[in-house]
Antibody, heavy 112, light 112 residues
Framework: EVRLVESGGGLIQPGGSLRLSCAASGFAVSSHYMSWVRQSPGKGLEWVSVVFDGGSRFYADSVKGRFIISRDSSKNTLHLQMDSLRPEDTAVYYC??????WGQGTLVTVSS | DVVVTQSPLSLSVTLGQPASISCRSGQSLVSSTGDTYLTWLQQRPGQSPRRLIYKVSNRDSGVPDRFSGSGSDTDFTLRISRVEAEDVGVYYCIQQTHWPWTFGQGTRVDIK
C-alpha cells in the first residue's frame, strides 16, 4: 500500500526553525516529484516547494531563502527544513507525491 | 506569478443535479512541450486533498466518471454531471505550467 506520513510539526517561536519529515511507503520518493503544500487555518491551499526525480527543486516566493526541501533515499523520506519562521507560516503542511497521493498533514504554529 | 481565478467561490447544488466550476489563468497554461498542466483537487471536510483530474481532462483511477475536466489555454472547467452527497467539499485547480505553481482560491460545494 502506498502511504505518506508527515511528522515534525509543533509550536515554534517567530524566528525559530523546524524540520518536517514525510515518511513514504510502497514507493520510492526518488522516483516521483514530491511536493509540500500548506493550508493556513480556514484558508485555501498554497504550494510551497517541490523536488523532482531528477533533483531539481523549486520554491514559492514566500519561502524562498528560508525553506529547503530535501529527500533521504536511504530512509525513503522527504524533508522540509524551515528557518526564520514567521507567524504567517502557521499552517497544516501536507506532503504529496505527484499531487496524487497525500499525507494527513502536520500542523505548524508560529507564535510567541 | 500566474494568477488563477476560480468561480463561483461557493456553489449550492440539489442532489442529482449538475455542477460546474470555472478556473481561469492569467496566462496560457500550454507548456513548451505542448502539454497543459492544469490539475483539479477535491478536499472533503476534515480530509487531505485528493487529485481528481490532471492535465486538464485526465481522470484519476477511482474517480467517479461523473467528474470531468475540459478547457484549453486559459479557460478550464470541472463538471460534476450529477452531484452526490459525498461530493461536498472544496474544489481547487492548480496550474503547474509556470513557476511558481499557483492554486485557485477554491470553490466550496454543498447540498441545497
Amino acid at each position: 500500500e502506498v502511504r505518506l506520513v508527515e511528522s515534525g510539526g509543533g509550536l515554534i517561536q517567530p524566528g525559530g526553525s523546524l524540520r518536517l519529515s514525510c515518511a513514504a511507503s510502497g514507493f520510492a520518493v526518488s522516483s516521483h516529484y514530491m511536493s509540500w503544500v500548506r493550508q493556513s487555518p480556514g484558508k485555501g491551499l498554497e504550494w510551497v516547494s517541490v523536488v523532482f526525480d531528477g533533483g531539481s527543486r523549486f520554491y514559492a516566493d514566500s519561502v524562498k531563502g528560508r525553506f529547503i526541501i530535501s529527500r533521504d533515499s536511504s530512509k525513503n523520506t522527504l524533508h522540509l527544513q524551515m528557518d526564520s519562521l514567521r507567524p504567517e507560516d502557521t499552517a497544516v503542511y501536507y506532503c504529496s507525491r505527484d499531487l496524487w497521493l497525500w499525507g494527513q498533514g502536520t500542523l505548524v504554529t508560529v507564535s510567541s | 506569478d500566474v494568477v488563477v481565478t476560480q468561480s463561483p467561490l461557493s456553489l449550492s447544488v440539489t442532489l442529482g443535479q449538475p455542477a460546474s466550476i470555472s478556473c481561469r489563468s492569467g496566462q496560457s497554461l500550454v507548456s513548451s512541450t505542448g502539454d497543459t498542466y492544469l490539475t483539479w483537487l477535491q478536499q472533503r471536510p476534515g480530509q487531505s486533498p485528493r487529485r481528481l483530474i490532471y492535465k486538464v481532462s485526465n481522470r484519476d483511477s477511482g474517480v467517479p466518471d461523473r467528474f470531468s475536466g475540459s478547457g484549453s489555454d486559459t479557460d478550464f472547467t470541472l463538471r460534476i454531471s450529477r452531484v452526490e452527497a459525498e461530493d461536498v467539499g472544496v474544489y481547487y485547480c492548480i496550474q503547474q505550467t509556470h513557476w511558481p505553481w499557483t492554486f485557485g482560491q477554491g470553490t466550496r460545494v454543498d447540498i441545497k
